[in-house]
Structure formats: C-alpha cells, structure tokens
C-alpha cells in the first residue's frame, strides 16, 4: 500500500509532493465539515437515552466533551478555510489529527455506556453508532489514509474491549466481528485513498504538462517574433504557412507574397537539398550565394532547417531559419581584394602577384609549359612626380596599368608592385625556351608601343614616357618565385644601363640561349643546301561549300639532330641573322612550283585556286622584294592571282608610302595580298582603307574564345562587317570547334583554316586531303 503511493508520486518532484499532500488535507477538512452537524445530534440522542439513569451525570460530562471537539473542530476548519495562510499544510494537518483523534477517541468511549443500560435497544442504538461513525470516518478520512487508521483504532478499540472481556463466548465473537470490521473499514479506506490520490497525480500532471506547454508557446512565440533572423515554416509540399516580419525584411517581400509561396517553385535551385532534409527527418544546412525569387536580390545567406512534427511524431513539414549574411561576406570580399589587390590601380598586388607565379611554376613542373616574368620600370617617373605632382603621377600610373592589361592575355597577370615598379607575369609559351624567349620578347615589344602613345592625364600637357623591362624565363625545377623577380629585376636594371626604353634579358639564361641561338643559326645557313626545310600544307576552305579552296604554305625545319623545328623556333633567327631572305625566296619558289604541280598533275588539284605564302617583314623592307617576287613568279609559270602574300601589320608600321607603293605594285601584277593575324595590332584599322589588302585574316586569338567570350564574338561579327564594306574577303584563322564553324557559317564568313579540317600537313598528305576534300571536311563540319 505505501509502495503504491511511491509510484504514484515518483514522476513528481518535491514540491509537487507537497502540493498533492496539501490538496489531501484540504479534501479531509471539507469531508470532515459536513458530519458536525449529524454527530451533534447524535450526541443528544445519546443524552437523551440516559437521561433519568445513574450514569446521566456522567453522560452530561461526556457531551460537553463532545461539544467541545465539535467546536474545536469547527474552529479550525473555519479558520482554515478563511485564512487557509496562517499556518503551512503540515501544521494544519498536524491540527487536524489532534481534533480528530480526539473526536474518534471520544465518540469510542461511547462503548463504555453499553453495559450501563439494561435496554437492548438502546445497546443495539451505541453499538450502531459507533459502526456508523467507523464507516462515514473510512471515508471521508481517506484522503489522509494514516489519519484515518488511527481514527477508526481510536473509535473500535474501546469497543472491542468492552466486547472481548465482557466474558461470555457471544462476546468474544462480537470482539473478534469488530476486528474484521475494522480490517474492512480499512481495506476500504485504502481504496479510496488510492482512488483519491491518482486523481490529484494526474490532476497534477496535467497542469504541470499545461503550464509547461503555455510556457513553450510563449517562448516560442516571442523567438519567432523578435529572433534577429528569418524564420518561416512550410509544409510538406514546400509552401510555406507562416514567415516572421524579419524573413520578410530580408527577401523585401510582404506577408501576402510570402505566405503560400511555393518553394519548389525556386529558380535558384542551391536551396533545395537543406529544404528538403526535414522530409528525411534530418536537418538541412545551405550557406552561400542565393537570388531572391520576387525582387531578384542578390544575397549570401545561411539557411538552417528541422524537421515540424505533428502530436504523432509524424513529419509535416519543415521550419528554415535564416540569416542573412551579405554585408558580412561583401566585407570580407572587401577585405581579401585589397589584401590582394593594388589600391591604386585596382591590378594584383605583390602578393597575388606571387601566388600566382607559385601555381605557374608548379603548372611548369607538372607540364614543362614555360613562364615568364617582366619587370617593368617607367622611365623618368620620378620627375613626372617631382615636376607635375603625386596626383598627375598617380593618373599616369592608373593608364600604364590599363594600358598593360589591355595588351595582355587572360592568363597573364599584370601586376603592381609599388611606385612606378610593375610586374607581368606570362603563362603558357609552350615548352621550347628560344620560342617562348621570342613569344616573351614580342610581348615585350607590345609594351614598349602601347607605352610610347601620349598620356593625356590630367589637364597638363600630353606626357611620354617609355619602360624599360628586364625578363628572366623559368630555368629549373628548383627556382621559385623570388628568384624569378630577382632575376627580371636584375635583367631591368641592364636595360636601364644600357639606354631606356629597351627590353633585356637576365644574362646567364641569355648566354644558354645565345648559346643555342649560334647552334641555330649556323645551321640554318646549310639548311638550304642540305634540303632540311620543308614545306608544310594547310587547307584554307570555303565555308559554304565546305571544299578546299586553296592552301597556306607553312615552314618546317628538319634538324639533323634535335628534329622537326617549327617557325616560332626560326624565324626570329632567321629574321635577326638575316637568312630570312634566301630562306624566304625558297619558300615562295618552293611553294609556286608545288602549286604548278598540283594543277597539272593532281586531277582534283585543278580546283584549288590561291596559294597562301608569308613574308616576314624584313624580306618586305629589302629594295628589290616585289621585283623578287614578280622574277618567281615568271619563272615557275604560276597565275599571279593565284598568289597570295601574307603580310603582317609590324611591316606597315613605318615608310608608309613605300609600302603603299609595293603592295600596289604586286596588286598591279595581280599577286594577292592578305592581312594576316588581323586584330592582334593597334594601328590598323585606320591604315586598313589606304592599304590595297584583298583578304584578312582574322587571328585566331578571337576565334578560339567567340563561343564563351562575347566581346570576342562582337568583334568577329564587326570585322565581318567592316570586310564586308571594303569589299574584302575574310579568312578566319584556329578554327577548331564545330561551334566555331556555325558562328562563322551564320555570320557569312567566307573561308576558315583549322585544326577542325586539318593541320598544317606535309605535301603527300595534302594531295590526299584533296581527293577526299568535300568527304573529309565535311565529316567534321
Ligand atoms: P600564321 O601565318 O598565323 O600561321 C598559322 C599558324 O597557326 C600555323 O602555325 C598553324 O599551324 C597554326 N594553326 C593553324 N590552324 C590552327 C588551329 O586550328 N589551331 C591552332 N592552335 N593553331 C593553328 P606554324 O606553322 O607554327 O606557324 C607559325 C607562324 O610562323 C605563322 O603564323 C607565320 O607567322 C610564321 N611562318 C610560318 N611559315 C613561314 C614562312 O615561310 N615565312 C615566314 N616569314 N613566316 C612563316
Ligand atoms: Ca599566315
Ligand atoms: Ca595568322
């Protein structure tokens, strides 16, 4: 029985105890109230029915006795019930036991006055009451079960006395009959107490569990109110229900927009996986870049989401936290560019600068494809500062960067190191150090063009200004990239030395390369004789039939001992040492006559029209060059419209009416001519009318990136349409791609070369490309 009780009460903490205790008492005190009234009247019954016998007096004594606990008892159940805050729980029950013990003590000692009357009716009437009282007392003392233990032993046990040892074996059983009485009673009492006491427990609970739930609702709401982030909930289809005012802030959206907007429906598609993690009973996580999908803002955002259960501990939905993070990120994006990024100019800094060369160099190790760095020193900075002042010499130093940029590739990087003190740095120039040396050199060049044109900064007068520029090329595997600078710096420093404005190399790389260079050009001077050059064939086709129309004759050299070696390797060789002269005449004799020979004596070569060959500037400049040409081109028997002479724009950059001159001699003549490499200079679209070209070629720079760089595919388009004007045919150069071809198929460019139809090719294997020209073009495009 008292074990039961634990139980029940083991879920409660202490002062849920206490209360529980407090609510049994106060149960005791109102069922105790309402059997004053029958026990005073009792009382007088009992009075009555010993009134005029001997022991009246006695009875007289008694029923004051009673009056008194009654009123004892009416005292403290109506000061309890008035002011129940005078004493705690504990003293009252404490109270309550002593009033009712000596009720049930009193109203026992009625057994004594049993004997005392001869009249069984009377006996039968004491003993009844006494029963009575017993049983109303198991009940309505229930809820203090101890209490009502002891009361029912303090009103029977006078009784069973009075029976027991009234001798007489009638009497022993009436003594034994009010044990098993009292053993009922109490079983009885027993009961409703547990009764009594699980419904307060649960009573209990159940308010605890309220109050708990109130409480969590309310914090709940005031989180979802006032939370510095964006909280908003959605059901199992993704709409959402119900958002906070600061979800709302966050996307600019009203309530009417935000509540039921459709989440599958989200262009921006990164949200989707922390969305819906709830639907796997696992919580979601997103930080990054997110477009709002009302007001298209950009934002960076952190987005968290948990599952929402339903009172089954089914999945209903979901409850997305977020926060929006941008200022923080664009901060930070802040922070890093200028960590990075040169305040002045806004190019890489130093320390991009050289993280960029340490992600080249190990580019380098993996794939031998070289890198260079150039130092470049403006000349006579320090007096543009000291003369003109720090904010003409800031301008001009923002213009030479945007110059620098200008001219560089996307995967060079230009960069400042402070003062007038810039670097570039030069990936990707293949994997032979003479031809990247060339490749670097004629960056070099560029510059020192770019640089040379007025700056207008400011409103004083134009300034000029000129660089000097010192370059170290990669060398080994171990150097990094300070020796790189150490090395660009030391060559600037020679080219300072030696007069401004002039490019120089770092020296102990420069001696390898002289080294190489006489190896080189010493055997260039045989390679004539020795029949090592040798001609290479590249298709140039008609875009709207796709047939080979004609062909570009491009130089080989096959070296007796290091192998095939290509023009960039030679022709600056050739071009310095002079060679390229003869080596020139015997590509064009060489190229004419192999074009003769097709003609006649291939059946589909009869229907290729041009053939293509390149003149170096040097050969253009020599005096008797057109009457070269005209001598070849009698000699071999070729039709001179079938000739056409690639000239680059670094011919016609000086002696203008010269040039003019020439080229429309060979015109007079009927050879062709062609602007090669076209859109790779920075003079030549003014020059472009006055010049009698009959063909550009579009460099294939431009082709390679039309299909993801729009200002490239802007261009194309335009000198399409400046070709167009000047009734020029256009040849696109590099085109490799299937895509390529349809972009110059839909923007009427006439012919193209490329790897797409075929490389450059020795003379055999063009003959092939000719039997299967539509076949093997066509396959491809
Ligand atoms: P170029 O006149 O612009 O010749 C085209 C170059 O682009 C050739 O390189 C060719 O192999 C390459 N090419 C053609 N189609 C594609 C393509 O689809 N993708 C790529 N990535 N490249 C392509 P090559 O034969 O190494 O010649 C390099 C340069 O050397 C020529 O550029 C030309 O300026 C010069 N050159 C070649 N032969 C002679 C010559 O006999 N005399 C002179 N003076 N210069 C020559
Ligand atoms: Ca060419
Ligand atoms: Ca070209």
């Not at 903490?13 to 109230?33: G, N, W, Y």
């Not at 005292?75 to 129940?84: A, C, E, G």
């Not at 990164?270 to 709830?278: H, Q």
């Not at 050739?574 to 003769?596: D, N, R, T, Y």
Request: hydrophobic share 45%.
């Amino acid at each position: 029985m008292i074990f039961r009780q634990k139980d029940f009460l083991s879920e409660l903490d202490a002062e849920e105890k206490k209360h529980i205790r407090s609510e049994q008492v106060t149960i005791a005190f109102k069922q105790s109230f309402a059997s004053v009234f029958p026990l005073f009247f009792a009382g007088l019954v009992v009075l009555y029915l010993f009134f005029q016998t001997p022991i009246f007096l006695i009875t007289v004594l008694w029923f004051i006795v009673v009056m008194i606990t009654l009123v004892w008892r009416l005292q403290i159940l109506y000061t309890y019930r008035m002011y129940p805050q005078r004493y705690d729980s504990k003293a009252w029950e404490r109270k309550f036991y002593y009033v009712m013990l000596t009720s049930a003590f009193v109203w026992g000692s009625v057994a004594f006055f049993i004997f005392k009357s001869p009249n069984a009716l009377h006996q039968f009437f004491l003993i009844f009451l006494i029963a009575g009282i017993a049983s109303i007392a198991s009940g309505t003392l229930a809820s203090l079960f101890g209490l009502a233990i002891l009361f029912l032993f303090f009103l029977l046990i006078p009784l069973f006395g009075v029976m027991f040892f009234n001798g007489g074996l009638e009497y022993h059983m009436m003594g034994i009959l009010v044990v098993t009485f009292f053993l009922l009673l109490a079983s009885a009492s027993r009961r409703i107490h547990t009764n009594i006491l699980s419904s307060l427990v649960s009573k209990t609970l159940h308010e605890k569990a309220t109050q708990a739930w109130a409480l969590s609702e309310e914090h709940f709401q005031t989180v979802f109110k006032e939370a510095p982030a964006g909280i908003f909930y959605y059901n199992s289809d993704l709409i959402i229900i119900d958002s906070n005012v600061e979800m709302m802030q966050i996307l600019k959206i009203d309530k009417a927009h935000m509540i039921g907007l459709d989440l599958k429906k989200l262009p921006d598609h990164s949200l989707y996986e922390a969305l819906n993690a709830p639907f796997g009973a696992k919580k979601g996580y997103y930080e990054g870049p997110y477009t709002t999908m009302i007001n298209k803002i950009d934002l960076w955002i952190t987005l968290r989401t948990s599952p929402m259960y339903d009172s089954k501990k089914n999945i209903i939905g979901g409850v997305a936290i977020v926060t929006d993070i941008t200022e923080r990120i664009n901060a930070e994006v802040k922070i890093k560019h200028q960590a990075y990024f040169d305040a002045l100019t806004d190019i890489p800094n130093r320390v991009l600068l050289k993280d960029r060369i340490e992600q080249s160099l190990a580019h380098y190790r993996r794939h031998r494809s070289l890198i260079a760095i150039m130092f470049l020193d403006l000349d006579h900075f320090k007096s543009v500062n000291d003369s003109l002042g720090h904010h003409i010499g800031d301008l001009l130093l923002i213009e030479t960067a945007t110059r620098l940029t200008s001219i560089c590739r996307e995967e060079d990087t230009v960069a400042r190191l402070g003062g007038d003190e810039f670097v570039i740095l030069l990936n990707e120039l293949g994997s032979d150090p003479l031809s990247a040396a060339n490749k670097a050199e004629k960056i070099a060049e560029k510059i020192h063009e770019v640089l040379s044109h007025p700056f207008n900064v400011g409103q004083s007068e134009p300034i000029m200004t000129s660089s000097s520029i010192g370059i170290s090329l990669v060398g080994s595997d171990s150097q990094n990239a300070d020796d790189l600078l150490k090395y660009a710096d030391t060559a600037m420093y020679q080219a300072k030395k030696e007069g401004r404005n002039t490019t120089r190399f770092y020296q102990t790389q420069m001696d390898a390369w002289i080294k190489k260079r006489l190896f080189l050009e010493n055997g260039l001077r045989h390679a004539i004789k020795n029949g090592e050059l040798e001609l290479y064939y590249q298709p140039v086709i008609e875009v709207k039939t796709k047939k080979i129309i004609g062909a570009e004759a491009l130089l080989r050299w096959n070296h007796p001992e290091m192998g095939l070696i290509m023009p960039d390797e030679m022709i600056s060789i050739a071009e310095e040492s002079g060679l390229i002269v003869p080596i020139g005449e015997w590509v064009m004799k060489q190229a004419c006559s192999q074009f003769i020979e097709w003609k006649t004596h291939h059946p589909n070569g009869v229907e290729i029209d041009r053939i293509a060959i390149n003149v170096s500037a040097i050969q253009f400049r020599q005096n008797n060059f057109v009457d070269k040409v005209i001598a070849i081109v009698t000699e071999t028997g070729i039709l001179p419209s079938m000739v056409e002479i690639e000239l680059t724009e670094s011919m016609i950059i000086d002696k203008l009416d010269t040039v003019i001159e020439k080229m429309q001699r060979l015109r007079e003549f009927g050879i062709n001519l062609s602007m090669d490499d076209f859109g790779t200079g920075y003079s030549s679209l003014a020059y472009l009318k006055r010049l009698p070209f009959t063909t550009l070629k579009i460099d294939r720079s431009f082709i390679r990136d039309i299909m993801s760089d729009t200002d490239d595919a802007v261009l194309v388009e335009t000198i399409l349409t400046m070709a167009k004007i000047f009734d020029l045919d256009v040849i696109a150069e590099g085109v490799e791609t299937v895509e390529q071809f349809e972009f110059l198929e839909r923007h009427d460019c006439r012919y193209f070369q490329g790897y797409l139809c075929s490389k450059p090719v020795q003379v055999n294997k063009f003959e092939e490309l000719l039997s299967f020209d539509v076949q093997s073009c066509n396959s491809r495009v």
